[in-house]
């Protein structure tokens, strides 16, 4: 299973990345004023990702389709992008830029996999120092059914 971790930049703002099972980066979250926000973020990312179907527009016969969902893009950069939107239709979390379509689908499987992750730790970072870990109660973890 891959790991949740908040991050707090040097400007106090929050945001957390899933880590798949290499700990590579599968998922970067928007920027929260809180580490509260951080956490409902994940939560929601836990609730939505598993069930999330996939709006391939890619295609030319690409479909809209309602949410929660992942959008499979190609940027202005010409590279494979991919965003988890919630039932609000906000973007809970980007993918990072990948060179071929399959291997952005193959993200959002890893997404998908590794949603249902736990956060042992949350680590906050200011910047690229680490400063402090705090553990996160089991009711971060929990989804409301």
Request: proline share 2%; charged share 30%.
């Given at each position: 299973?891959?790991?949740?971790?908040?991050?707090?930049?040097?400007?106090?703002?929050?945001?957390?990345?899933?880590?798949?099972?290499?700990?590579?980066?599968?998922?970067?979250?928007?920027?929260?004023?809180?580490?509260?926000?951080?956490?409902?973020?994940?939560?929601?990312?836990?609730?939505?990702?598993?069930?999330a179907p996939v709006e391939d527009?890619?295609?030319?016969?690409?479909?809209?389709?309602?949410?929660?969902?992942?959008?499979?893009?190609?940027?202005?950069?010409?590279?494979?992008?991919?965003?988890?939107?919630?039932?609000?239709?906000?973007?809970?979390?980007?993918?990072?830029?990948?060179?071929?379509?399959?291997?952005?689908?193959?993200?959002?499987?890893?997404?998908?996999?590794?949603?249902?992750?736990?956060?042992?730790?949350?680590?906050?970072?200011?910047?690229?120092?680490?400063?402090?870990?705090?553990?996160?109660?089991?009711?971060?973890?929990?989804?409301?059914?």
């Amino acid at each position: 299973m891959g790991k949740y971790v908040i991050t707090k930049n040097p400007k106090g703002k929050y945001h957390f990345d899933l880590l798949g099972n290499n700990g590579e980066v599968i998922l970067s979250s928007q920027m929260y004023m809180a580490r509260k926000g951080a956490l409902k973020g994940i939560r929601s990312t836990i609730k939505n990702a598993g069930k999330a179907p996939v709006e391939d527009q890619t295609t030319k016969e690409a479909k809209t389709l309602g949410i929660p969902k992942f959008v499979l893009s190609k940027g202005k950069d010409k590279k494979f992008h991919f965003a988890l939107i919630a039932n609000n239709g906000k973007a809970i979390g980007t993918s990072q830029a990948y060179a071929a379509v399959a291997s952005a689908k193959a993200g959002i499987k890893s997404v998908k996999a590794n949603s249902k992750s736990k956060i042992e730790k949350a680590t906050v970072l200011v910047g690229e120092k680490k400063v402090a870990k705090k553990k996160v109660t089991k009711k971060a973890t929990k989804t409301k059914k």
